[in-house]
């Protein structure tokens, strides 16, 4: 025996009910050879090979030959190589792929008076896969945008490729390929691959999820509305944004880095207004809030055009706080 194939022993003859059974409940189906039933003379010696008429790479099988002759020795080979000591039934498993396999099977009778042979045989296809599935393509989604992804396998002969986004139905692509367009509430998508072998029927899955570009929304700068004169406050921007937002922030024109400031007021003011700019650093979409804050104990008169605004500003970088 070479490394294509492994044979198991099986120790002798095996009741063909007990195969067909086997073959049955794998879904296999007793193959013949290609001439079909024929005639034969009577008294003569006949062969049949009952198996599957094809196999898969890793899967074992098995196959087996019958006879009318209730005594009669058996000899199987696969592709040349005779299984010793197998009997009536081969055993094996393919290691490798190779297109196709020879499985013969030579059956005689001796007698006292003549000695009869009698051989069979059978080619059996061999088909590989699906295996090593994967599902190539971005992996972040832009709102409204087709998106396209493949799905690749190893099979042989062939694979059949379907879709399932999210838990919607399953469908077939063109090809190994599908497009995709998320829609602008989505958050995230799931890609789900199907790879099913186009001989033996058996599929495999592969699975990816994917993020949905999102915001800037519900921009919104967090702190008190009325703050008191030398006491030190602290206001913060917030947004949801997927996958980050940049941020900057400034306090009547004077602008930091980041979504966090910290800051005094020195002299009595009518108010400040606070402003915080945040952008998407994948889509590149812009959004902008502000916040008035009145100063408690100013007489709420105009300050004079020279007058200047005294302002202790602490700015802190929380989350992607890069220039715009």
Not at 224 to 237: L, M, Q, T, V
Not at 289 to 301: E, P, R, Y
Request: proline share 6%.
């Amino acid at each position: 025996m070479d490394n294509t194939y492994t044979s198991t022993p099986n120790g002798g003859h095996t009741a063909v009910s007990r195969v067909l059974l086997l073959l049955f409940l794998t879904g296999l189906q007793p193959a013949l050879s290609s001439q079909g039933a024929q005639t034969q003379p009577p008294n003569s010696l006949t062969v049949e090979i009952i198996g599957p008429n094809h196999v898969t790479v890793g899967v074992p099988s098995s196959i087996i030959c019958v006879s009318n002759c209730p005594k009669c020795t058996y000899s199987m080979s696969l592709d040349g190589q005779t299984a010793q000591g197998q009997g009536n039934e081969l055993a094996f498993t393919v290691n490798s792929w190779v297109e196709a396999l020879t499985v013969k099977c030579t059956v005689t009778e001796d007698t006292n008076k003549t000695t009869k042979k009698a051989e069979k045989e059978q080619k059996i296809q061999v088909l590989a896969g699906p295996a090593n599935v994967s599902i190539t393509g971005p992996d972040l989604m832009n709102p409204t945008v087709s998106h396209t992804y493949s799905c690749h396998a190893y099979c042989r002969p062939s694979c059949n490729y379907t879709w399932r986004a999210d838990k919607g139905p399953w469908i077939r692509g063109q090809g190994n390929v599908i497009s995709v367009t998320p829609q602008e509430m989505d958050n995230s998508k799931s890609l789900t691959c199907k790879a099913t072998n186009s001989v033996s029927g058996l599929y495999v899955t592969a699975t990816r999820n994917f993020a949905v570009m999102t915001g800037p929304s519900q921009v919104q700068i967090k702190g008190p509305d009325i703050i008191e004169i030398a006491e030190r406050y602290k206001f913060e921007c917030a947004a949801e944004c997927h996958p980050s937002c940049r941020y900057v922030s400034s306090v009547d024109g004077q602008a930091v880095r980041g979504n966090v400031i910290e800051m005094s007021v020195d002299e009595p003011l009518k108010s400040v207004t606070l402003k915080c700019e945040v952008q998407n650093t994948a889509s590149r979409k812009t959004a902008t809030a502000l916040k008035t804050v009145q100063i408690k104990g100013s007489d709420n008169k105009s300050t004079r055009p020279g007058e200047t605004l005294a302002l202790l500003l602490l700015a802190f970088i929380l989350s992607a706080a890069f220039a715009l």
